[in-house]
């Protein structure tokens, strides 16, 4: 079983949808959660970040995270074609280790 | 602009050829990375840098050899030994190798061996 368990997809919506994409892992000891957009060709750019579980917002994007369940999730409201992109999770802080464990990502179609 | 700079975005190799990717950054981190990345497998870490002179591997190092001459830069030689070196690849650096510090990524360099 990997650390880090991501849905590659695709997931195709419409243009306006809320978007929901996940990741579990099964390292308790993570305390560090990361999300990144990838668009095709380029390198990875920082969404949001957060410590704790609860939720985090920014704009139309909402950073979710259950550590009971061992459970992250990035929420979209308002989905555009732009945001058409390959979304991955990060986490770290297991066993003092702070070098990232990725997700293989999650590609998203908006379509209009 | 503070960001990462790598160069060339494309490189083209034969078979049996060392090449060297460059890797530069103005954002006074003192943490730099290499990571592969393969469609469908994610990234994968190949060496890492806390400090200047000094470079630690990373899960696939073999095949690879980097240094850190200056804090701003992080090249990374892809050898002869490497067996699959055809892949894209992304350089990242971070304030420190520390719990509450972000990666931040380059633009990545695209590299086919034939």
Redesign the interface.
């Given at each position: 079983q990997k650390e880090v368990e991501q849905d590659?997809g695709p997931l195709s919506v419409p243009e306006g949808a809320i978007v929901s994409l996940n990741c579990t892992y099964s390292n308790s000891a993570f305390?560090?959660f990361?999300w990144?957009r990838q668009y095709s060709?380029?390198?990875?750019?920082?969404l949001m970040?957060t410590?704790s579980s609860g939720n985090k917002e920014d704009g139309r994007f909402t950073a979710q995270v259950d550590k009971s369940s061992k459970y992250i999730s990035l929420f979209i409201r308002d989905s555009q074609p732009s945001d058409s992109a390959t979304y991955?999770c990060?986490m770290?802080?297991s066993g003092g280790s702070?070098?990232?464990t990725?997700?293989?990502?999650t590609s998203l179609i908006v379509h209009p | 602009d503070g960001g990462?700079t790598?160069s060339p975005k494309y490189l083209f190799r034969k078979e049996g050829q060392n090449v060297t990717l460059s890797c530069e950054q103005n954002l006074n981190h003192d943490a730099m990375?290499w990571y592969r990345q393969d469609p469908?497998?994610?990234?994968r870490?190949i060496y890492?840098s806390q400090i200047v002179n000094d470079f630690q591997k990373?899960d696939i190092a073999e095949g690879y050899s980097v240094s850190r001459e200056k804090k701003e830069s992080f090249p990374l030689t892809v050898t002869s030994a490497q067996k699959n070196p055809t892949a894209?690849y992304?350089c990242a650096s971070s304030m420190a190798?520390?719990?509450?510090?972000?990666?931040?990524?380059?633009?990545?360099t695209?590299l086919t061996v034939t």
């Open positions: 590659p305390q560090y990361m990144y060709r380029k390198g990875p750019e920082l970040y410590y991955l990060a770290k802080g702070y070098i990232p990725f997700g293989r990502g | 990462i790598q990375y469908g497998q994610g990234l870490l890492y990373g894209f992304l190798l520390d719990l509450s510090y972000e990666q931040y990524f380059g633009p990545g695209r």
